[in-house]
Structure formats: structure tokens, C-alpha cells
């Protein structure tokens, strides 16, 4: 069992910034993929970005976050963060934080390990709000 514990949501203004963290119990077991995801209320949970932690590379970000959005992780610390700067009302969710298998999908020409949602474990959730 991996136990995921999110934090550093709050409340901001639009074009205010937050760095969410992720810490998990075991960063290293079999489960290669950590994933940050948002839900909003009456919309679907969508992925915003995922790690490979097999190659320690930035597997996907979504293009509503590309330039505003920074995916990062330490291992030694088993820790996965999520810079989000330049916030707008769009991006207010729930925030939850993931770790699950890698699985190889196709999006827009490319092959993804890690932008499935078979998600073995998941975080509590941390609120983002932004207002206007």
C-alpha cells in the first residue's frame, strides 16, 4: 500500500502563484508513473502532468498548463511538486496527486507511459481557488 499526502493548495488571486507537493510512502515500488490531476465540481478529472519515475522524465503537461505549470520531483525526498504560476479562475480544482503502472498510450502522434487513469493510489486532495 502507497499512502500519498498532498499539500500547499490555498486560496490566490489571478496571476498569483502556489507550489503543490506530494509526498508518497513508497516512491519506488513497481508503480513507475506519479501523476498530478484536477477535478473542478460538475467537470471530469483531468491529468495536468505525469512523471516517469523509471527515467525520471516529465512524461506529459497539459496544453492548458504549458508554460504556466512546472512538474518536479525528488526522489531522495520521494517527493513530486507542482509549481503553478500565473494562475487564472480556470484552474480553480480539486488537486490530487497519484502513483500508478505505466502504461503506453497514444496522444497527438506520441506514445505516453504515464496519461492513463488506472491510478492505483491516490492523494486526499488539496483545494486550489483562484479569484478574480
Known amino acids: 500500500q502507497v499512502h500519498l499526502v498532498e499539500s500547499g493548495g490555498g486560496s490566490v488571486q489571478a496571476g498569483g502563484s502556489l507550489r503543490l507537493s506530494c509526498v508518497a510512502s513508497?516512491?519506488?515500488?513497481?508503480?513507475?508513473?506519479m501523476g498530478w490531476f484536477r477535478q473542478a465540481p460538475g467537470k471530469e478529472r483531468e491529468i495536468v502532468a505525469t512523471?516517469?519515475?523509471?527515467?525520471?522524465?516529465?512524461?506529459y503537461v497539459a496544453d492548458s498548463v504549458k508554460g504556466r505549470f512546472t512538474v518536479s520531483q525528488e526522489n531522495d525526498k520521494n517527493a513530486m511538486y507542482l509549481q503553478m504560476n500565473d494562475l487564472s479562475v480556470e484552474d480553480s480544482a480539486m488537486y490530487y496527486c497519484a502513483k500508478g503502472p505505466a502504461i503506453l498510450a497514444a496522444l497527438g502522434g506520441r506514445i505516453y507511459r504515464c496519461i492513463h487513469r488506472q491510478y492505483t493510489y491516490w492523494g486526499q486532495g488539496t483545494q486550489v481557488t483562484v479569484s478574480s
Open positions: 512523471i516517469d519515475i523509471s527515467t525520471n522524465n516529465i512524461d
Open positions: 513508497d516512491y519506488t515500488s513497481s508503480t513507475k508513473c
